[in-house]
């Protein structure tokens, strides 16, 4: 099992959506970043993947969710009524892919980007890398589980 981080802005898409949505499974649809694309790709069913709110106050990460299947092409990108439509893209070539996750877990507290900037245990970890901007990126497991470790522990 790999792992991973996926973000979101919550005003758009929150990890409360999800948890309203059918099953608690959604598509993570709308990624337009090719090495953001490639990681998705990368993904498989079982993978964990820690779920970031991005532009939030405060940016925060707040759950896990888990992959439910392999990459498939993202046809949002085919509708040009989606805020996710690419010219560039056709049935053909669609250009972007989706995977569907699925909620596992709510946070009993969410883990500001401050705060997880201060922890030696994370200490490399992408999301905390000056100018990380991507919206999906690998987790190493030991990342992973320090960030499930300080979300069980009190403020």
């Not at 990108?77 to 439509?85: I, V």
């Not at 946070?107 to 890398?129: N, Q, T, Y």
Request: with cysteine; glycine share 6%; hydrophobic share 45%.
């Amino acid at each position: 099992m790999n792992h991973w981080l996926i973000k979101s802005e919550p005003e758009t898409f929150s990890i409360d959506d999800l948890a309203r949505a059918p099953r608690r499974t959604t598509s993570w649809d709308g990624v337009r970043n090719f090495q953001a694309r490639n990681y998705l790709r990368a993904m498989a069913a079982g993978d964990r993947c820690l779920f970031y709110h991005s532009n939030a106050a405060p940016s925060a990460v707040v759950g896990i969710v888990e992959v439910v299947g392999t990459a498939r092409p993202d046809t949002t990108a085919l509708d040009p009524r989606s805020p996710g439509h690419d010219p560039r893209a056709t049935a053909a070539d669609p250009v972007w892919s989706t995977v569907d996750v699925r909620l596992v877990e709510i946070f009993p507290r969410v883990l500001p980007l401050d705060e997880l900037r201060g922890v030696a245990a994370l200490a490399g970890m992408e999301l905390l890398r000056k100018g990380s901007r991507l919206s999906v990126m690998p987790v190493s497991a030991a990342h992973f589980r320090a960030v499930v470790a300080l979300s069980r522990r009190k403020a």
